[in-house]
């Protein structure tokens, strides 16, 4: 959640020599950015009680236009942990005549600061639209269709393996596992009986759990045809997985092409429709959302609509904060009710779902995105980045969903 204000620091603000302008002015941005952050939040304007760091590091002067940006960062109980920063994006140009000006490209971080406000507990509004986020969904992508075993040893591959692998990551916190299948050689394949054998292994395993909401995979590998990636969705009644995969879009796939032409995808949405899975919808581009756009005003897809951000993927949207956050800003646009999660790839993951447990998203892990636990170590499964994902939820303050959330926030029957 963020907010963003825009003034001119006017002759009246400036207090010292050289028309500079007081530290306190910034301060006092910085609290209004605050104030609408807890009326977002909470509904009420709550109180600023501490700036735990404030640096100032560059002169501010009377003419120069300031945006002040603030982000929650963590939400506690009552409290509310906050990010600031004011930057310089217009000066006086000297030397010209007295009222010319520059645009700053890029513009000049002046400020940052780091606080915490409170809403007392009593002065509290909830729930607000678009308020306080929900319990996170984690999703553990656990085998994938590209890794090897080659890259990583911990690769679960057989039914057993992935049931195995799928109770550690609902231990660490997953509610959703994303799920592909291997043949007996290891490569990626659609066929039902492997899926099913692959889902009754982790219904099995997870049983005493909990149980964990079993999302397959109908992207397959790149060059299967439509039929071969539907596989995973002959499997029905009591194998049928709750969730599967939509891919809406072409895109280049490292020196591949992962093909996903306007009629297939109108295809495999409506076989997934007659299925009875809940679609996700795969967005590993800006025009993606365009495309689901249409899907759903043609009728092919329907509210809640659930939307996975794969960032990172070469050749397609690289994982970056504007790039995440341009894709967030856009949701509503869609006009409809929406869940919304994060997949980066290879050494984006983390940051990725960082991003996404802070802004109020839901966030995907695991070994089909991404090899290791931290730079050179390996991941010895997905689990343990199922475990890091949720640490980051607990030091954000987000609540790690349960199934029942899960299922509750996806709206699954
Ligand atoms: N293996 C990628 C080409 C999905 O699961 O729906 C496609 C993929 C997407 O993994
Ligand atoms: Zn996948």
Not at 371 to 397: N, T
């Amino acid at each position: 959640m963020k907010s963003v204000i825009r003034v001119r620091i006017g002759s009246h603000d400036a207090h010292y020599a050289g028309e500079l302008v007081d530290g306190a002015k910034l301060l006092q941005l910085f609290g209004d950015v605050a104030t609408e952050l807890c009326i977002r939040a909470d509904g009420d304007e709550g109180l600023f009680r501490a700036y735990d760091s404030v640096e100032f590091l560059k002169p501010v002067r009377a003419g120069d236009f300031i945006e002040a940006e603030g982000r929650i960062v963590g939400w506690g109980n009552t409290s509310l942990k906050m990010e600031f920063e004011a930057r310089k994006v217009i000066a006086p140009a000297h030397g010209h005549s007295a009222s010319a000006a520059d645009l700053l490209a890029p513009p000049e971080v002046v400020c940052r600061a780091r606080g915490t406000c409170v809403v007392p507990r009593e002065s509290r509004r909830q729930p607000l639209a678009g308020g306080r986020p929900q319990p996170c969904i984690l999703t553990a992508a656990i085998v994938g269709a590209e890794t090897t075993r080659a890259q990583n040893p911990h690769l679960p591959l057989t039914a057993e393996e992935l049931g195995a692998d799928a109770a550690r990551c609902v231990k660490a916190g997953a509610t959703v596992i994303h799920l592909h299948a291997r043949d007996e050689q290891g490569n990626a394949s659609q066929d039902t009986e492997r899926f099913r054998s692959a889902i009754r292994a982790i219904r099995k395993a997870t049983r005493e759990l909990g149980g964990v909401i079993i999302q397959t995979s109908t992207g397959g590998a790149v060059g299967m045809s439509v039929a071969e990636r539907a596989g995973p969705l002959g499997c029905t009644g009591e194998d049928a997985p709750d969730m599967a995969t939509l891919n809406v879009g072409t895109i280049n796939f490292g020196d591949d092409v992962f093909m996903n032409k306007a009629a297939d995808t109108v295809e495999m949405a409506q076989r997934i429709a007659r299925h009875g899975a809940a679609p996700e919808v795969e967005v590993y581009d800006a025009g993606h959302l365009d495309i689901a756009a249409k899907l759903l005003k043609d009728k092919l897809l329907h509210a809640p609509l659930h939307l996975q951000f794969v960032l990172g993927v070469q050749g397609a949207l690289s994982a970056s904060e504007r790039n995440l956050q341009f894709l967030v800003d856009r949701i509503p646009e869609l006009g409809v009710e929406c869940t919304w999660g994060v997949a980066g790839i290879g050494r984006h993951q983390m940051t990725m779902a960082d991003l996404a447990i802070t802004w109020g998203g839901n966030a995907r892990v695991g070994l089909e995105d991404n090899i290791y636990l931290d730079k050179g170590v390996l991941a010895e499964g997905s689990a343990p980045l199922v475990a890091r994902a949720a640490e980051l939820c607990k030091q954000r303050g987000r609540k790690v969903a349960t199934v029942a959330e899960a299922r509750a926030l996806f709206k699954l029957a």
